[in-house]
């Protein structure tokens, strides 16, 4: 019995070796297949809205999701989002120096006081 175990299992370990590197008839071994990459990439050509972010889909990798995939999409969102603080800021600074209001100053000349 024990011999027949053995023999089974070297049978399934040639199969194996033989399906992954190609052994007797087919194309050879097991074609290299490319790594999934963002299906959905962020639009480059336009500023990011929340439909792009909800939209936003990562592939899974071995152990999660690609690093590199993840690192470029917040990378950009944090870049979008800094340009936005900045205007909103500039904005904010603007709308402040418009509502100051300015001392009057009077065109007029004073009138005059007649001695008596």
């Known amino acids: 019995m024990f011999l027949f175990l053995v023999v089974a299992l070297a049978?399934?370990?040639?199969?194996?070796?033989?399906?992954?590197?190609?052994?007797?008839e087919g194309t050879g071994?097991?074609?290299?297949v490319a790594p999934e990459r963002l299906h959905d990439?962020?639009?480059?050509?336009?500023p990011l809205d929340r439909s792009d972010v909800d939209r936003l889909r990562f592939p899974l990798a071995a152990r999660?999701?690609?690093?590199?995939?993840?690192?470029?999409?917040?990378?950009?969102?944090?870049?979008?989002?800094?340009e936005r603080d900045a205007r909103i800021a500039e904005l904010e600074?603007?709308?402040?120096?418009?509502r100051t209001?300015?001392?009057?100053?009077?065109?007029?000349?004073?009138?005059?006081?007649?001695?008596?």
Do not use: I
């Open 41 to 46: 990439p962020l639009p480059p050509d336009r």
């Open 101 to 116: 209001p300015e001392p009057q100053v009077s065109m007029e000349k004073p009138a005059r006081q007649e001695s008596q």
């Open 11 to 24: 049978v399934v370990v040639a199969a194996v070796t033989l399906a992954v590197v190609g052994g007797g």
């Open 29 to 32: 071994p097991l074609p290299e």
């Open 64 to 82: 999660g999701y690609r690093m590199a995939d993840v690192d470029d999409a917040l990378n950009r969102l944090g870049a979008e989002l800094a």
């Open 93 to 98: 600074s603007a709308l402040s120096v418009a």
